[in-house]
């Protein structure tokens, strides 16, 4: 029962997914991006989910049929370079065509594209020596990000109110470590990750999220 639970989470709070989630967020959250019309909205978020999910998936579930790796969840460190260097191309040309968009995209949306693509390159190049979570590294990297929008767009203390309940911002950047644990421990549950590489995959995520988008 524990496995399923863990590998039902570990989809859920898959990396790949993660951007789509941010998406909506962004848009939902009372920024700028809240008045964007629906069908605006709708457009956006399916061509981050198609250019950031699906072409992925597609790309890994190609590479098992090749068998350049055994598993779609790269357990095997070395069968990781391969799968790890194509996604980052596939995000660095999803951050690309957003900005391309002929209707234009908000900054904050085509940024998030754009962090993830760094974190997944800079993964790659410590996987060379050392397998790290890409769930964590996922995880870190969300929470980075909004702390820093959140720093830019100078968000009201409460983000939305539901009978008569106030969620804040605490609340919200709460439940965010909170899904941070509970990845991390599917992760050991399902012994894909040591503890090490559980910490350092969200500590980089979590630091090259917060340098990047105070850059860009």
Sequence with gaps: ????????????????????????????????LSHYQYAYKKAIVLVVFLST???????????????????????????????????TMIYITAYFITVNLPLGIPSNISEFVLMSSVIILFVLFVNLKIKVSVHMAGIGGFLGFFYVFFLKESLNEVLFTFMNFEFTAVYF?????????????????????????????????????IVTAFLI
Excluded at 3 to 32: C, G, N, R, V
Excluded at 62 to 85: G, Q
Excluded at 183 to 208: C, D, N, P, Q, Y
């Design 173 to 209: 950047f709460s439940i965010l470590i909170l899904i941070a644990g509970i990845t991390a421990t599917a992760r050991l549950i399902l012994k894909a990750h040591t503890f090490k590489e559980i910490g350092l995959g969200f500590f980089l995520g979590l630091s090259v999220s």
């Design 53 to 87: 999910f699906i072409s992925p998936l597609l790309v890994m579930l190609i590479l098992l049929n090749l068998r350049v790796i055994s598993d779609i969840s790269l357990p095997d460190r070395k069968e990781r370079y391969y799968p790890f260097a194509i996604v």
């Design 1 to 32: 029962m524990a496995e399923k639970l863990a590998k039902f989470l570990s989809f859920i709070f898959h990396p790949l997914l993660l951007p789509t989630f941010a998406i909506i967020l962004m848009f939902f959250f009372p920024s700028y």
